[in-house]
């Protein structure tokens, strides 16, 4: 048997044996050199055309070819795995650098980036709008999501982001920019004007242009670093202001400028970085998102127990339950997160053994797993989801004790207002007792700011005195908080409810500011005999941030990353 014997799904279980290994093993496991002319392109990933088409005959007949055995050229290797499907593409040419600046909130370049290149477009939501590119884009992504970005218009024809638009290719690379830092690489696989598919995709900006001309993009890497020093040599300027293209490493640079500094190597984001990026870009359309979401906080109330893959039948029994308690749509399938979630990278699917009477199982890796068992990310995790993709759901208490994550409603671990179970009227009695045990502290925190408010300064009279809260900073309860002065605040009733339920933190420079668009309410109150643990303050700040992506372009000092 040849290479042309390959079949589409030897092809995919070499792919696959690629992921696992990881490129480079890959190549030096089976003595293959680095692809120099053809790629394939598979999920928006590229791989070495020859190499994978050598290992795929192992899946065929047990043994992998040789690079001497078979020619990896166009009317070749190149050929057969376009006659099975895939898209195989030529790079001759040395690839530019694309330098692209991400966008901030104002412009909705952060919520974009995030959405459509962190995420992706799922290509079934916009087929209409895609028109004649639609099938190129399926061949590219043949799990049906799109990592895509579009630039509008050029006002002038031969300014810089005319010619970089103009010049750019397929196998160029793309740096994103924000914030004078670098945060994400990807290449070109697919260069196409189509308004329709973006103002489908983006909308339009203030002007009424939208963001034609795209790109599809593959081997989409979060990045963090420093590009002051290489835009400033580039452009002459401090700050990205427009899309601009530089030569490849190593073709030069312009005579007037010192040569700038080779492009970095790509540093990985951190799992759990991944893992909430993932989290809080769930795509599609939005009863499965909202579905997929529930499913996922479902399983995060399993993280604690044992097996960590759960069966199909106990999944679909769960998760239908908790969508019709909390009166959600999918309730009559869902069986399709249990399947649908193993495109992210946290999820895993495993088919049924050859044993009769088993079945299929599901559940997070084991290394999002290990993420989740920790209290502050799991935390993190569940207000990801909360905040980002069921928001919109009314009774949230009914939501989180549903899936049995009732003690992360709030800070504090407790119920805020109204009626629940009697399992929650128990939590409360326990938080009771706590705070009976520490009455002193509660009432000398209390006496020292006066019944001020330390957030906004309010100073509430009632006909038989004042009143104010003492407000854990890190929660009794679930966080694992002391009684103790150094971790209590004295706020109003409202500053309080805000606090404990992840709508206040207070950030590095003591200013208060509410979660989602960090406003400023007020500067941390402090006194002489109250000393606030600044690990505690850190703690709960920490709770109310999601790390990925970059700050925002018109972020203030001391401002985070915030649940938006």
Known sequence: MSYRDVREQDVLAAIARCDELGTDAFLARYGYDKARTFVLVHNGRQYDSKAITGVAHEFLDGRALGPGEFSGGRETVARHLGRL?????????????????????????????????VGGVRLADHAEAFG??????????????????????????????????????????????????????????????????????????????????MMALGDVRMIDEDATEFVRRWTGQDTLRSVTLVPAEGLGAPADRPEPPSVPPVAKRSVAEELLAELLTLNGHPQAVSRDSVAVLWAIGQVKREPRLHPLSTFRREVSGVLANCGLEGADEPERPFYDLGRTGFWQVEPPSTAEGTEPRAGFTEDSRRLLMDISFRTKAINALRSRHLDHVEDQELLLSSVGLADYATVSGSRQ?????????????????????AQDVVKRVKALHDHMCQFCGTRLKTGFGFYSEAAHI???????????????????????????????????????????????????????????????????????????????????????????
Do not use: M
């Not at 207002?417 to 045990?437: K, L, M, N």
């Open 132 to 213: 004649a590119d639609l099938d190129e884009l399926r061949a590219l992504y043949r799990d049906g999501t799109a990592k895509l970005w579009g630039n509008t218009s050029p006002a002038h024809g031969n300014n810089t982001k005319a010619k970089a638009i103009r010049d750019r290719r397929v196998g160029d690379r793309v740096r994103f920019y924000a914030r004078h830092r670098f945060i994400a690489e990807a290449v070109i696989l697919k260069l196409f004007r189509n308004p329709d598919a973006a103002r489908a995709i983006w909308g339009a900006n203030e002007t009424g242009h939208t963001f034609e001309h």
């Open 417 to 437: 207002r109204g009626d629940g179970t009697s399992g929650e009227r128990r939590r409360r009695t326990i938080q009771s007792s706590s705070v009976v045990r």
């Open 474 to 564: 890190r929660g009794l309860t679930v966080h694992d908080g002391p009684d103790e002065l150094e971790n209590l605040l004295c706020l109003c009733a409202n500053c309080h409810v805000e606090f404990d339920g992840f709508g206040l933190y207070v950030d590095v420079d003591d200013l208060v500011r509410r979660v989602g668009d960090g406003s400023v309410v007020g500067e941390l109150r402090r006194v002489p005999g109250h000393e606030i643990n600044a690990d505690h303050i850190a703690y709960h700040r920490e709770l109310c941030v999601i790390a990925p992506p970059a700050l925002p372009e018109d972020a203030k000092p001391g401002q985070v990353a915030l649940l938006a």
């Open 85 to 117: 499907g895939f898209v195989v593409q030529e790079r001759r040419d040395p690839p530019r650098l694309l330098l692209q600046p991400r966008g901030g909130t104002r412009d909705g370049g952060q919520g974009n980036f995030i959405r459509t290149v």
